[in-house]
């Protein structure tokens, strides 16, 4: 199923490696999560809000389908800047840059071309959402050096949390108090484009409860001209033991973060000038020595930024009953957003107030002879959203072209029921249902719209333990989807314009486990998906105008897997070394089915092949160095007639860190280490050869990062 020839030999070569007997065993019982290093981790396993990394794997895996663990050591020594750089290790996940700061993040082709706030995925910190009311994400709320490890519930295995869509659910568990290996920690880094990072926390307990504080100032010159960044994070947890059976803790996030656009290239500049900003749209001469019009004079000159200002304060109460837990909490947001883009698009303000809440029951009990692990949840959201469009007048405000007003609100029940069949087999099944309202009340110049989905979503799967270090599984499901209020606004360029919501009916059988030298993860899915949620692009008056409608039939399937090998793991290990090599390899073979227009063509926007591999080589006294590859064989296709496609390429990195005492750490990188000219992301339309719209944005160049951290 590797399809392309260098994907086969790369399995092929995978194949050989994993045959030979270069490598030695590893002890069976040691299961590790794929991809994933041990460590050892100071928490209190009492503590009933800030559950331990070993409790976390445990859960994931009961969970029959495809989920991804990501602890925060993986990354953190690299310049991640958002979450998709976090997710970069873990199969079926493809994360590309459209802005220093914009991060769009796809698993299975959810979203996989949103142009505008992001859809396709539940995501949530601590277990409490942080998607919006509307169906977005922002995933530029969320901080990095916050995050703790991560879960990722691929598609329906993310119902544990209520998630249905196609992508599923991802839930960043942060720091606490309890948590924290170190009570106090400083970092600063810096390097290439004048970059400078700096991140303080503290973390501790007291009688009764522990804090946790941390905050992160960011600002660099962007590798392109026009797209520097400034911004402020702060995050931090109180949690309160009530009783020897309940625990509270309360979240506060307050962010700013600003930067500029520089805005889509041709493909030719963006391989070949990948520096400079996008330049003006003109049109004309009209005959020769005629005056040329400047129809957009672009974002250098009409200052094209993105400025998000966010406060959110969140609540998440546990109560260990003798037969039941209980969980619930709330959440109240404020959003504050001024983006100046196009001339046609202007200047979008948007101020949103969101209030939430939801709960979640969980207990055990014997149907028969056989054990039940259950679960019920329901979850509501609303959120209301002045929305104004101004002229762009030179980058400040110019003219009211739209205002109205936004509403969304959602509804959401699940269960979930875990049937021991035997001491080896599980059953699960759930339902989810769920009602969404987009609401939209034009004010000036705009077109009032409603639109109301609702939809039941069942679920069953099977788990296998071949032994106590494998399993296999399988699982079915039906996704639902309803359109994001972007979605059916263009990101508030455009009127409203009513959408279908999109939904999925996905098969999945796969395998996980560790035996001897090897830990694997392999998933492969099949997903039918009608009124597919897809971005498609017009030339306007003023340039490229992207918007999103609903196809008809549409087929996802892939394959995801994901390889460890413990490299000559006893002989190393008594040396006081480790080498591991981590493969992950995704297929993505996202197409249209006998569409009217498209035929059976390849959907925009994400690349068949995907390819990262990482060699670590670890030492006892405290030092490591690791060399990584990202292999895209050929990029993905531009536009749905499938006429242009971006060229493939191979980045290869370089990390490295040393303790210099027992509280000093020193780490750094190379990124793009022969300075490829690559493209990040494409903005997908219809047809380029008729469009020819910009399109195209330049990924970055060589970049050096290194840093200190302090702990004590």
Avoid at 202 to 227: A, I, Q
Avoid at 337 to 358: K, M, S
Avoid at 655 to 675: K, P, W
């Amino acid at each position: 199923m590797c399809g392309k020839t260098a994907a086969v030999a790369l399995c092929a070569t995978a194949s050989i490696a994993i045959l030979t007997g270069v490598v030695s065993a590893q002890g069976v019982g040691q299961r590790k999560a794929v991809g994933i290093e041990e460590i050892v981790v100071t928490a209190n396993a009492g503590s009933l809000t800030a559950v331990t990394v070993s409790q976390a794997r445990d859960r994931l895996e009961r969970v029959p389908g495809g989920i991804g663990f990501v602890e925060a050591d993986v990354f953190a020594d690299d310049f991640a800047q958002s979450i998709g750089d976090a997710l970069q290790f873990t199969p079926g996940v493809f994360a590309d840059t459209s802005a220093q700061r914009e991060t769009r993040i796809s698993i299975r082709g959810s979203g996989l071309n949103s142009s505008f706030e992001r859809r396709g995925l539940t995501v949530l910190r601590d277990g409490v959402p942080i998607t919006r009311a509307s169906g977005s994400t922002e995933f530029q709320e969320v901080d990095p050096l916050s995050v703790r490890y991560i879960e990722v519930f691929k598609g329906a295995n993310g119902l544990r949390y209520g998630a249905a869509s196609l992508g599923g659910a991802v839930n960043l568990v942060t720091p606490t108090g309890r948590t924290v290996e170190s009570p106090f920690s400083a970092r600063i880094e810096g390097g290439s484009f004048s970059t400078l990072r700096a991140n303080a926390s503290y973390g501790g307990t007291f009688e009764g409860g522990d804090v946790y504080v941390g905050v992160t100032g960011l600002r660099s010159n962007g590798f392109r001209e026009h797209s520097d960044v400034r911004s402020v994070y702060g995050f931090s947890n109180l949690g309160l033991k009530l009783s020897e059976t309940v625990e509270t803790r309360f979240y506060l996030t307050a962010l700013s973060d600003n930067f500029e656009l520089a805005g889509s290239l041709s493909l030719e500049d963006a391989l070949e000038n990948r520096e400079q900003a996008a330049r003006p749209v003109t049109a004309g001469p009209f005959f020769p020595g005629g005056p040329v019009t400047v129809l957009d004079p672009g974002p250098v000159a009409d200052d094209w930024d993105r400025n998000l200002d966010v406060v959110r304060i969140a609540n998440r109460t546990v109560a260990a009953l003798e037969a039941v837990t209980l969980e619930g909490g709330f959440w109240y947001a404020r959003r504050n957003l001024d983006h100046a883009i196009t001339r046609f698009a202007g200047i979008i303000v948007q101020e949103e107030d969101e209030v939430g809440l939801y709960g979640r029951v969980t207990g055990d009990m014997t149907v028969g002879s056989l054990p039940v692990d259950w679960t019920i949840g329901f979850e509501a959201n609303e959120s209301t959203n002045e929305a104004q469009r101004f002229a762009n007048d030179s980058g400040a405000r110019g003219e009211l072209r739209t205002e109205s007003d936004q509403d969304a609100s959602n509804i959401l029940a699940y269960a979930q029921a875990e049937l021991g069949l035997t001491d080896s087999l599980t059953a699960v099944t759930g339902l989810q249902w769920l009602r969404a309202v987009r609401d939209n009340d034009a004010i000036l110049n705009d077109v009032s719209g409603r639109v109301v989905s609702r939809q039941l979503n069942p679920r069953f799967g099977l788990l296998y333990d071949l032994n106590d270090s494998a399993q296999i599984f399988a699982n079915v499901n039906r996704g639902f989807e309803p359109a994001t209020l972007s979605d059916l606004t263009a990101g508030g360029a455009l009127d409203f314009t009513p959408l279908d919501a999109q939904q999925a009916w996905t098969v999945e059988i796969g395998t996980r486990g560790q035996a001897d030298f090897i830990a694997w993860d392999v998933s492969l899915y099949r997903s039918w998906v009608d009124n597919e949620l897809l971005d498609f692009g017009a030339p306007g008056s003023f340039g490229f105008v992207s918007f999103t409608d609903n196809a008809d039939n549409t087929i996802h399937q892939g394959v995801e897997v994901g390889i460890d090998l413990f490299i000559a793991d006893k002989t190393l290990s008594e040396a006081g070394y480790s080498l591991v090599w981590r493969n992950i390899y995704t297929l993505n073979d996202f197409r249209f089915e006998d569409d009217p227009t498209f035929a059976d063509n390849t959907l925009a926007g994400v690349p068949r092949h995907v390819y990262i591999s990482e060699l670590k080589l670890d030492a006892d006294d405290g030092w490591y160095v690791s060399a990584n590859l990202r292999w895209i064989p050929d990029g993905p296709y531009v536009d749905f007639a499938n006429t242009t496609q971006v060229p493939g390429y191979e980045l290869v990195g370089f990390t490295a860190g040393v303790d210099l005492t027992d509280t000093l750490r020193l780490f750094g990188s190379v990124e793009n280490i022969f300075d490829t000219d690559f493209i990040s992301n494409v903005t997908t339309n219809a047809n380029q050869e008729l469009e020819n719209g910009r399109v195209f944005t330049p990924g970055q160049g060589r970049a050096f990062f290194a840093g200190i951290t302090a702990s004590f």
